[in-house]
């Protein structure tokens, strides 16, 4: 299967971010993708205090826009994430939906980013943010994908988890930082390929320095072995790459980690 992989900036005015996402979905699938990703928090600055104003609930502009697209193109769209307003609450929300587009998956960030890196970045998402409480794996006519968001990445047994319940192929749009992507994100993206024997494809924002957040960019997708199959820059654009899930399975046989597994030895 084909992914196309869209590393693009928010804008502060929702309608142009949505045209540009249309426009770079409209390439993606005349370059013949099967399935096509979007970055974290694309329709809206990277802020909370934006969350809140920016957030829409499941159903609304955002989400009809990213099913008519996957219709429209025939391609399963994995959209990214938008500020969802649910029940009073505003989550770090992904939505996914088919070839004919139809919703087939909903993942809201569990893990939030609160951190505080002396001298580099502070960054409280619980202040506006509400957590999800489950993990999603989506159907699709290849595999099974699971579904994870940015900060979600430091947290290993989530992947494992997905794993376990069939994913060969995990995405996580993404926007980690100037600092800590420089510090971690090719180690930890490779890192998780090669623990669970998936693709690993995150998909970040491009750096934008005279952003209200700057993100690493670097968008890549990397194969069961660790090797890095494609590679974005810092800036705006589209990178490809194929995924064979043969090549997971042959992976999984020659070195069997997931069947070589003692989980009565793992539990605390």
């Given amino acids: 299967m084909k992914f196309a992989l869209i590393q693009q900036n928010s804008e502060f005015d929702k309608e142009e ?9 409209d390439e993606a699938a005349k370059a013949g993708a099967d399935i096509i990703v979007l ?16 957030s829409e609930p499941a159903g609304g502009k955002t989400f009809s826009f990213l099913s008519d697209k996957a219709a429209e193109h025939g391609a399963y769209i994995i959209g990214g994430t938008i500020p969802e307003s649910r029940e009073g609450k505003i989550y770090n929300t992904c939505f996914s939906f088919d070839r004919k587009g139809r919703h087939i998956g909903t993942y809201s960030k569990t893990h939030l ?3 505080t890196i002396g001298g580099k970045i502070a960054f409280q998402e619980s202040k506006t943010l509400a957590s999800g409480d489950c993990t999603t794996v989506i159907d699709t006519e290849f595999c099974k994908i699971g579904i994870g968001i940015c900060y979600d990445v430091r947290f290993p047994e989530m992947f494992r988890k997905m794993a376990l319940e069939g994913a060969k192929i995990i995405v996580l749009p993404a926007a980690f930082n100037e600092n800590t992507g420089k510090a971690h994100w090719d180690i930890i993206m490779r890192t998780r390929a090669v623990d669970n024997q998936v693709y690993f494809i995150p998909v970040s924002p491009g750096k934008n320095p005279a952003g209200v957040y700057v993100a690493h960019g670097h968008t890549m997708m990397v194969d069961p072995w660790g090797q890095v199959i494609s590679e974005a820059g810092e800036g705006e654009e589209i990178i490809y790459g194929v995924a064979d899930t043969g090549y997971v399975d042959k992976v999984r046989e020659e070195l069997p980690l997931l069947k070589q597994r003692r989980p009565e030895l793992y539990s605390k």
Avoid: Q
């Fill in 39 to 54: 970055p974290e928090m694309w329709n809206c600055p990277y802020a909370n205090r934006y969350f809140r104003e920016y």
């Fill in 113 to 115: 980013f609160d951190v």
């Fill in 17 to 25: 971010s949505i045209a540009k996402a249309g426009k770079n979905i």
